[in-house]
């Protein structure tokens, strides 16, 4: 039996993006207990540490039945001695205790309250928590003067923080297309994200934009805020414009990770009940009172059933986060393979193409350094094909 479970170790390739991982995981125990502490890491700015975690669980969630014995991971790729302890642990005891001891110490359950208020990273979190600051009410007790971002966080923490299921996703897919049209008709707008994997939930809703004549979607991002905002479907919104054009001499040779798409991070005001139509919708937007929700923060009140937490969850409307992009038509096969994810698939991807194949992925273009040019595509098969990958298609990149 051993011998068989080798026979199938071993087909399993160590890049991410060589394998098909869908959302059937047979091992969770495993991989729960590796990402909380792949989590931990990243969260302590130990990114390397993290990576490891995110790669050890990525392998076993591309496994077709649950792991059994230690046997079975003989020959597996991307286990080091650290994932394999607590693998290890957990099937002798159910658990992991350097998970248990994580996720009871105050420092992770500060840092995961500070960095759940949208527009918090692990920095800032880092910087409160060494100031004493470990909960909201400390934080709200505390002289710090938030950002814009933040503010917005921490008035929406409990919405935020709460799953959002694809029938919302695709209620804002609606508002969202309407915008799109309404400013720019023929424009195209495309799910990418987590719901394009196929996930049933995710904690924000995430939309690509282009337009078949390239050129007509500059400057569109501004238009379809405006759009949004008169509307009242606008909690925040941050634009970013594209600043990828901007070296004169064409698409500069993608150097960083980040990339340079003209882009909004929202938080949008979903109408409860926006199934029954648009018409109820644009009524509830229009009469909101603002004021009885921004002045507290249910998380900060203790008691569960004070006035302010029922008040809170009879808002007709709740704050979910979403998020924009828009890419000329000829970057759009590489922006939608690179906002699609997952985003361990996405760095295994371009570690591919960098250390197998001498090329620079970005959500822009591809570069083959060996013949010093870029590689055009015009769907994510052909980028897949120009890396010498089986093409994956978005509901197995769930790594
Ligand atoms: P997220 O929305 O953070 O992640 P997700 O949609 O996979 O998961 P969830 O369901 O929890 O929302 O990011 C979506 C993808 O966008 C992810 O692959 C990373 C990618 N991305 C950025 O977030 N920022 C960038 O600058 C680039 C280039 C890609
Ligand atoms: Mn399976
Ligand atoms: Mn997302
Ligand atoms: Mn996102």
């Known amino acids: 039996q051993v011998d068989e479970s080798k026979e199938v170790e071993s087909i399993v ?62 020959g597996l790729p991307c286990l080091g001695g650290h994932s394999l302890r607590v693998i290890k642990d957990v099937l002798e005891n159910g658990a992991s205790s350097e998970v248990e001891f994580t996720k009871q110490s105050e420092r992770f359950k500060a840092l995961k309250v500070l960095t759940g208020i949208f527009g918090v990273g692990a920095k800032t979190a880092e910087r409160w928590i060494r100031e004493g600051i470990h909960s909201l009410p400390q934080l709200q007790d505390s002289a710090h003067t938030l950002n814009r971002a933040q503010q917005a966080g921490l008035e929406h923490y409990d919405d935020l923080n709460q799953p959002v299921t694809k029938a919302e996703g695709d209620t804002i897919g609606e508002i969202v297309a309407k915008a799109v049209m309404s400013v720019l008709p023929g424009a195209q707008m495309t799910l990418i994200g987590g719901f394009r994997r196929g996930k049933l939930t995710g904690h924000d809703v995430d939309f690509l934009i282009t337009h078949p004549e390239e050129g007509r979607e500059v400057g569109l991002m501004p238009k379809v805020v405006s759009w949004l905002e008169s509307k009242g479907f606008l909690l925040y919104q941050k634009t970013t414009r594209n600043s990828y054009l901007e070296s004169k001499d064409g698409p500069a040779r993608p150097s960083s990770n980040m990339d340079r798409f003209e882009r909004c991070f929202s938080i949008f005001k979903l109408p409860e009940d926006a199934k029954q139509g648009t018409k109820q919708t644009e009524t509830l937007t229009e009469d909101t009172p603002e004021d009885t929700c921004s002045l507290t923060t249910p998380s900060l009140v203790k008691d569960e059933g004070s006035e302010s937490t029922k008040r809170a969850n009879l808002k007709p409307w709740r704050a979910v986060r979403v998020d924009l992009v828009v890419s000329p038509i000829s970057q759009f096969a590489f922006a939608l393979l690179g906002w699609t994810g997952s985003k361990l698939f996405e760095r295994e991807l371009r570690r591919w193409a960098g250390h197998e194949k001498a090329m620079s992925l970005s959500s822009h273009a591809l570069y083959d350094n060996t013949q010093s040019k870029y590689l055009r595509a015009s769907s994510e098969e052909e980028i897949f094909a120009h890396l010498g990958l089986e093409y994956i298609p978005p509901s197995e990149r769930n790594a």
Do not use: I, M, W
Request: glycine share 4%.
């Open 13 to 74: 390739p160590s890049y991410a993006c060589q394998r098909r991982t869908t959302l059937e995981n047979h091992n969770t125990v495993f991989t729960d207990a590796l990402s909380l502490l792949a989590e931990n890491a990243e969260l302590s700015d130990e990114d390397g540490r993290g990576v490891a975690f995110r790669r050890a669980a990525a392998v076993l969630k591309a496994l077709h039945s649950p792991v059994t014995d230690l046997l079975q991971l003989r």
